[in-house]
């Protein structure tokens, strides 16, 4: 089987046969596969009446646990937004409802986003969805095909410099400092 990468390498070596273009196998499959994978899931989420990037910041609050509530660097550096997307992502959620936002009663410097009863039933309505379509987006793989996969992109992300370290000890741990649920 031979997908369009496989043209894409054979139309290099004709072109520039003495030049190693093996490195563009992977990263190129890597970057179509993110492109496909990603115009699926926009597919399924757009059923939902759902963004990507909204499931995207409330699933992260979902899953930091209880009290679901981050701060705006939190769920930037969870996310991989930068700090003004993120601002703008959060004004909006607000203005559906789905977060609200506070000042931290420990430190008034500091902006809490939290989970909403309604934001949270949203994501869990729409949870079971996204995880079908992601089986489907893996159904062409055996399950140790699957297993392996993941294996050599955590090894790949690792290799780049990505790491739950650089998410922080209170998101990448889910401790909260010693004070209460609170983020730090």
Do not use: Y
């Amino acid at each position: 089987m031979r997908d369009a990468v496989d043209m894409f390498l054979d139309q290099w070596a004709r072109e520039r046969p003495g030049l190693d273009v093996s490195p563009m196998g992977p990263i190129g499959r890597l970057s179509r596969a993110s492109h496909l994978v990603g115009k699926r899931l926009k597919e399924n989420f757009a059923r939902e009446d759902m963004e990507a990037w909204e499931f995207d910041v409330l699933a992260t609050l979902v899953r930091s646990g209880p009290p679901h509530t981050l701060t705006p660097k939190e769920l930037s550096a969870m996310t991989m937004v930068g700090s003004a997307a993120m601002t703008n992502r959060v004004d909006r959620l607000v203005a559906k409802g789905m977060v609200g936002r506070e000042v931290d009663p420990d430190n008034r410097r500091r902006l809490l986003i939290s989970l909403t009863p309604e934001g949270e039933a949203w994501v869990d309505r729409v949870l079971e969805g996204h995880l079908a379509t992601e089986r489907r987006l893996l159904a062409g793989l055996s399950e140790e095909d699957r297993a392996g996969l993941d294996r050599l992109l955590r090894a790949l992300l690792c290799s780049l410099g990505d790491s739950q370290d650089d998410l922080g000890p209170a998101t990448a741990t889910g401790d909260r400092g010693g004070r209460g649920n609170r983020p730090v």
